[in-house]
């Protein structure tokens, strides 16, 4: 294993980390808020590491990769452990456990919580609670990659490591280019979001807050309310279509920049997405018609709530724990499947279940003609048996890890609804779950062995599981792979 060079490339992202906690500082100047000295404080602490580990380049640049999910795992680690400092210490968040389960939650863009007082949060730490959604969607790694040279021989490992889905590609040679093309997308549909927002008569800041966590499919908001605190039928409708544009796969935008319209239109992947949203819209209006007593406003919050949640967005327009059961089993269901693989939402991802559900096919076919030779086709493309086998692995670990950590906070004895939907919706990246942990509760009384469940799930959840399962294994510091 390069040391050096993984002392090196953590040093320049805790550099990166330290310069964008003066965005919160600047907003604290603004709003003439005190707490933003607490920003310039961990900013300074992450300079000198920076300066320790971070400016000089050593000889042996290379990395495998495993060094690539090694500064994945510790990246998003680090990151999270100096993010929490500011609400610790400006006393916001006074207890570092709950504050680094808030800032774990945000880089993971899950967005549970555990304030009981959102509203009284100062502007400033608001800010940072919902920029770590925008950074933390596309990828903390793909973010530093885009800004400096780290990586840049062997930046492919690293994108690898972070990337949502099977499989990570590149749009062009460069991976470094590639990341940069990305966050340029991602950046253009964020900005043009804000400016829907203001039409909407939304102020400034609420409007570019909302944007964050609506790209990096989050869900922050800056009110207990969440979304609902506008109760503009407008504002749900640029949200929910946002909310569903930022969970499909971003190679396709590539693609219609290019004017590629036949390659987004033969995508499988995306025609699944959006008949999964549609069908969920379908049926969970006419499930909750009676409550709403128009079919109109039964589609508003249908439509806003099955996009909040396949996206793993977790914004809220109403209580859908009042719902019939079979809403919230709809709603339970999408949030396992995800948003589309190389989007900025969670879950399982529509291209895995696809794989899964076509991988099942091929063996009953199998069974029933045992001569048959069986090929799996994702997008006319031939999925070859490495990625099947990743699948089916990255399966199995989901749910073996979904149901040790539900063992492990049974220990609160909690009722089984709301044990099971908060490890599920931290796994899965979502944010609210049913029950105690419904859209309009928090995480605030679970215990600190639980709270340590799920930042952990919420970091393998965003991480897809291999990274920290590899990085704790026992012949992971003897293999060049």
């Given amino acids: 294993m390069n040391t050096k060079m993984l002392r090196y490339t953590l040093g320049k992202m805790m550099g990166v980390e330290a310069y964008l906690l003066f965005l919160p500082a600047f ?26 580990f971070g400016r000089k380049k050593p000889a042996n640049t290379t990395i495998y990769g495993k060094e690539g999910l090694f500064i994945a795992g510790m990246s998003w680690i680090l990151w999270a452990l100096f993010g929490a400092l500011p609400f610790t210490l400006s006393g916001s968040i006074p207890n570092y456990l709950d504050a680094l389960f808030e800032t774990i939650s945000g880089f993971t863009t899950t967005g549970s919580t555990i304030l009981t007082d959102i509203d009284g949060l100062p502007r400033c730490m608001a800010f940072w609670r919902s920029l770590t959604h925008w950074i933390g969607g596309m990828g903390v790694l793909v973010f530093v990659m885009m800004v400096t040279s780290v990586g840049e021989k062997n930046s492919m490992h690293l994108m690898r490591a972070e990337m949502p889905g099977p499989e990570a590609s590149k749009l062009v040679p460069k991976a470094k280019s590639t990341a940069r093309i990305l966050y340029l997308m991602y950046l253009a549909l964020t900005a043009v979001e804000v400016v829907f927002l203001l039409f909407g008569k939304m102020n400034l800041f609420d409007a570019v807050l909302h944007a964050f966590s609506t790209a990096g499919t989050g869900g922050f908001s800056n009110h207990n309310a969440s979304v609902a605190y506008y109760d503009s039928a407008y504002i749900d409708g640029v949200i929910t279509v946002f909310m569903i544009l930022f969970g499909i796969n971003f190679n396709l935008y590539y693609f219609l920049l290019l004017t590629n319209v036949k390659e987004v239109l033969k995508n499988e992947e995306l025609r699944v997405y959006l008949g999964v949203i549609a069908a969920s819209v379908f049926v969970i209006t006419f499930n909750i018609v009676d409550m709403y007593g128009s079919l109109l406003k039964a589609f508003r919050f249908a439509s806003f709530q099955v996009a909040s949640v396949i996206t793993t967005t977790g914004f809220c327009t109403a209580n859908y724990e009042l719902w019939p059961e079979l809403s919230k089993c709809i709603l339970l269901i999408i949030m396992v499947i995800g948003a589309c693989a190389g989007s900025t939402g969670g879950g399982m991802k529509i291209s895995r279940v696809l794989i899964l559900f076509k991988g099942i096919k091929r063996e009953i076919v199998r069974m029933l003609h045992p001569q048959s030779v069986g090929v ?106």
Avoid: H, W
């Fill in 27 to 52: 907003i604290a100047v603004i709003y003439r808020e005190e707490e933003g000295i607490t920003f310039f404080l961990v900013s300074l602490l992450l300079i000198f590491i920076y300066f320790l």
């Fill in 376 to 481: 799996v086709r994702v997008n006319g493309k031939k999925v070859s048996k490495d990625t099947m086998e990743s699948v089916y692995i990255y399966f199995i670990c989901y749910v073996g890890i979904l149901m040790m950590s539900v063992l492990l906070v049974s220990l609160d004895n909690k009722d089984f609804a709301t044990t099971f939907s908060a490890v599920l919706t931290t796994l899965s990246n979502v944010g609210p779950g049913i029950s105690q942990v419904g859209p309009v509760e928090n995480f605030a009384f679970f215990s600190p062995f639980s709270k340590i469940v799920f930042c952990m799930d919420m970091l393998i959840g965003r991480l897809e599981i291999f990274p920290y399962l590899l990085l704790f294994s026992t012949s992971f510091s003897r293999r060049k792979f």
